[in-house]
């Protein structure tokens, strides 16, 4: 898990593109059928939605809104959360950081800055040691960023993966390994879509979300 990454959840009274549907549950004659084309909708609009779609805000002097777009490309869309990209201030070496925001709709990608190529150790999966307690063997992969654009995509498809869990299945966000997963995959390719989100979250235990608070990174 990212450093600054956790992110207490306080309130879910934000309107989202998925929470449109719920008040057909509310209504007297609704059709079950609707309400999953109604989601299926909504779902298949989230893998296909261009990222020229993106709502972009970029903090980070000297990059531009057109360079986040475009080195955001090919990327899903988080529906209407808006995309800040932020400075990383850093004191010895540069780091990955990202936050999905809930309660406000938005997605914080941070950039080192002053920026400089890093190494960064990925976690990509965990299995349980026998025995007593709780251990787990960790397996991750040291990743080389080279530049602004690979730690935009990669953070961005990690904050993302949250959001799509949350959003769009409802469930809790805070699958760490499995967002890690999917922006190692991915990040380096040029189309990425819902399947592979799909394909990276393949074998993770995640429960629905039941109350209005929780974590998420």
Request: hydrophobic share 40%; with cysteine; glycine share 6%.
């Amino acid at each position: 898990m990212y450093q600054p990454m956790s992110l207490l959840i306080m309130s879910r009274a934000r309107a989202s593109l998925r929470r449109q549907a719920l008040p057909l549950a509310e209504e007297l004659h609704f059709d079950h059928r609707a309400v999953r084309r109604a989601v299926a909708a909504l779902e298949k609009r989230a893998s296909k939605a261009p990222s020229m779609g993106l709502l972009i805000r970029s903090d980070l002097a000297g990059l531009k809104v057109s360079d986040v777009r475009r080195a955001l490309s090919g990327l899903p869309s988080p529906g209407d959360y808006r995309v800040v990209v932020k400075p990383l201030r850093y004191r010895t070496r540069p780091n990955l950081s990202g936050l999905c925001e809930f309660d406000v709709g938005r997605i914080i990608v941070r950039v080192p800055e002053p920026f400089r190529p890093f190494n960064e150790l990925v976690y990509i999966s965990a299995r349980r040691k026998p025995g007593a307690g709780m251990k787990f063997a960790w397996a991750a992969e040291k990743v080389r960023f080279r530049t602004r654009r690979d730690v935009l995509r990669f953070v961005y498809l990690h904050e993302w993966l949250h959001w799509y869990l949350r959003e769009m299945q409802g469930r809790r966000s805070g699958a760490e390994t499995a967002c890690d997963r999917f922006a190692l995959r991915n990040f380096r390719r040029r189309q990425v879509t819902v399947d592979d989100a799909l394909e990276a979250l393949e074998g993770t235990r995640m429960l629905p979300v039941s109350d209005p608070f929780g974590l998420a990174a």
